[in-house]
């Protein structure tokens, strides 16, 4: 299968505009002293787009990424990526298997249906959203608004297995201030919420920027018909100093609970796909770029009904245009039976990974 992707990235360069590129990454977990993977994976992927001459701001543009993983549990090769967007005046079509995303907030998205975003992954910069086979149409209105229907199809994976789902969006920008609204039908989810079912989803997003003081704000937000549920977050942030960035959020998560003792297995499913229990976080980050080459963040998930939390710190360094590094630590704390108290005893008091990244 590599092979034939191979020679039809060759066909698809030499007649169309485009590139080519191959991902190489080796990365070391450790959990309190103890190595508990080495794994090794490349992602090649490719890009071409044709113009068409005969009709006016038109664009053909085709894209995939074939994946490859080796570890101690898995060797597997999988196609991460395939889709076709077309494009004509003010419509853009985009259908294949690739990458869906709503919302405004910075950690977490309640108006993402299409996802599961574990906790941490806006900390990292080798995470990537899961791409699902579907169908997007989106109609590009006056003043950069635009309405956008979209159709997933079945999906499932190791740590994620939903139903189809569909949703619309409109988004809106006026007085300086980003504005979404949605509609969208939720699919029965069998991983890693075992027990969330069907159901009609309404939620919206504002993003803006306060006056004077420079601070951006937002605030994105959901509910659930089916089971009469509400789940949002609320953030501000701001760079100074030029070099210094601080993020803070406050996570309502309508799914959770607020008291420990009510901790299930299903909620010790959850922990393994690093999917947040309790029902109230704060979420804070501060964030240094030295330079274009080095930049180092801290960062803490607090659930503040049972008070325990984890702290963490990643940095990159790319050393040139083609090589980066990354460096990951985090430790856990509360008290027995509390959410990171639980999380410490799956993946042990503390964990470093290291990241080798190589692109040609």
């Known amino acids: ?48 787009f044709l113009y068409n001459d005969d009709f006016e701001n038109s664009l053909i543009d085709i894209e995939y990424s074939l994946y490859t993983e080796n570890n101690s549990k898995n060797n597997k090769n999988s196609l991460d990526l395939a889709r076709i967007k077309l494009v004509q005046n003010n419509i853009e079509i985009i259908f294949g298997k690739t990458r869906l995303g709503w919302g405004q907030g910075f950690n977490f998205n309640p108006i993402d249906i299409f996802n599961e975003t574990p906790a941490g992954s806006a900390f990292d910069s080798n995470y990537e959203k899961e791409a699902r086979n579907s169908i997007t149409f989106t109609s590009y209105l006056q003043n950069d608004d635009s309405l956008e229907f979209v159709y997933a199809g079945n999906y499932n994976n190791n740590s994620i297995s939903k139903d189809i789902e569909y949703g619309i969006r409109y988004k809106q920008f006026i007085f300086n201030t980003d504005f979404e609204f949605i509609y969208a039908k939720r699919g029965k989810e069998l991983k890693p919420y075992e027990t969330l079912i069907p159901s009609d989803i309404y939620g919206a997003s504002i993003k803006t920027t306060i006056p004077y003081i420079n601070y951006g704000y937002w605030i994105e937000g ?7 549920i509400y789940t949002f977050i609320t953030g501000i942030d701001n ?12 996570y309502q998560n309508g799914y959770g609970k607020s008291d420990k003792n009510f901790y299930d297995n299903n909620d010790l499913n959850k922990i393994n796909y690093n999917i947040p229990i309790g029902t109230d976080y704060l979420i804070p980050s501060f ?40 460096l990951t630590e985090f430790f856990f704390n509360g008290e027995k039976n509390s959410e990171y108290y639980l999380t410490k005893s799956t993946y042990g008091d503390y964990g470093i990974s290291f990241t080798i990244t190589a692109d040609f």
């Open 287 to 326: 964030k240094y770029e030295m330079n274009e080459l080095f930049s180092t963040t801290f960062f803490s998930f607090i659930n503040i009904n049972d008070r325990s939390f984890t702290i963490g710190n990643s940095s990159d360094y790319y050393y040139n245009d083609l090589i980066s590094f990354n």
């Open 222 to 228: 959901n509910y659930s018909a089916a089971d009469n």
């Open 239 to 250: 760079y100074f100093w030029e070099n210094y960035y601080f993020n803070i959020e406050y």
């Open 1 to 48: 299968m590599k092979k034939k992707i191979i020679l039809l990235s060759v066909f698809m360069l030499i007649f169309f505009n485009g590139f080519a590129t191959t991902s190489l990454k080796t990365k070391l977990t450790i959990n309190n002293s103890k190595i508990k993977n080495l794994e090794s994976t490349s992602n090649s992927k490719a890009k071409f």
